[in-house]
């Protein structure tokens, strides 16, 4: 089992920046590919970014390339999403997940956090 907590969520005019975290505990963090997922309000949830478990791939929705950057630190079993330039379209619940295999397919991720809201105002 792993666990997942994220963080860093609030309200933030247009144009501004947030970082989210997630930090991980149970099993070892390390082997996970991670990814970030959001909802917005009467919408399906959707992918955001994904970065592989040594941290060297990353791969990101078309609509938060250039904005957005997912990294992660293994040492510290924390998942990072920053997220600048952000806009009121950006406006969702920010869930991380965890998969054991390279994927963007929400049905493959095996471990969720609980969400994170973040508004963005214009």
């Known amino acids: 089992q792993v666990q997942l907590v994220e963080s860093g969520g609030g309200l933030v005019q247009a144009g501004g920046s947030l970082r989210l975290s997630c930090a991980a505990s149970?099993?070892?963090?390390?082997?996970?590919?991670m990814g970030w997922f959001r909802q917005a309000p009467g919408k399906e949830r959707e992918f955001v970014a994904v970065?592989?478990?040594?941290?060297?791939?990353?791969t990101y929705v078309d609509s938060v390339k250039g904005r957005f950057t997912i990294s992660r630190d293994n040492a510290k079993n924390t998942l990072y999403l920053q997220m600048n330039s952000l806009k009121p379209e950006d406006t969702a619940v920010y869930s991380c997940?965890?998969?054991?295999?390279?994927?963007?397919?929400?049905?493959?991720?095996?471990?969720w956090g609980q969400g994170t809201q973040v508004t963005v105002s214009s």
């Open positions: 997940a965890a998969a054991s295999f390279w994927t963007i397919i929400q049905n493959n991720y095996n471990y």
């Open positions: 970065i592989s478990s040594e941290g060297s791939i990353t």
């Open positions: 149970g099993r070892t963090f390390s082997p996970y590919t």
